[in-house]
């Protein structure tokens, strides 16, 4: 499985962007989807991730409420609509594919779970 991510870019403080993440190579709808960021001299940092149901899905505590994570089958891309954008948000974000083995597992926030990694996108939150 190939992953793209995009959608990235820079925004005041306050704006919304939507983030994508489209699959290539593989049976996409098998695999729980997660959005994980990395800022500039720290670790990575869970954001969301949505099981193989649409219906389950989960947040990081500094995200929850404000970002929300979908996707959509039929165009074998999930997305991460995110909301007052705080400067602190400001990261790279990778989407990250992994097996779960049915449609009600819920998806890992470990990204040792994670089979398969996107290139990147870089959001740029300023003051």
């Known amino acids: 499985v190939q992953l793209q991510a995009s959608g990235g870019g820079l925004v005041q403080a306050g704006a919304s962007l939507r983030l994508s993440c489209t699959a290539s190579?593989?049976?996409?709808?098998?695999?729980?989807v997660g959005w994980f960021r990395q800022a500039p001299g720290k670790e990575h940092e869970f954001v969301s991730a949505i099981g193989r149901s649409t219906a389950i899905t989960t947040y990081g505590a500094s995200v929850k409420g404000r970002f929300t994570i979908s996707r959509d089958s039929a165009k074998n891309t999930v997305y991460l609509q995110m909301n007052s954008l705080k400067p602190e948000d400001t990261a790279v974000y990778y989407c990250?594919?992994?097996?779960?083995?049915?449609?009600?597992?819920?998806?890992?926030?470990?990204?040792?779970?994670?089979?398969?990694w996107g290139q990147g996108t870089l959001v740029t939150v300023s003051s």
């Open positions: 990250a594919a992994g097996r779960v083995p049915g449609m009600n597992s819920a998806p890992a926030i470990d990204k040792a779970q994670y089979e398969y």
């Open positions: 190579g593989g049976t996409f709808n098998n695999y729980a």
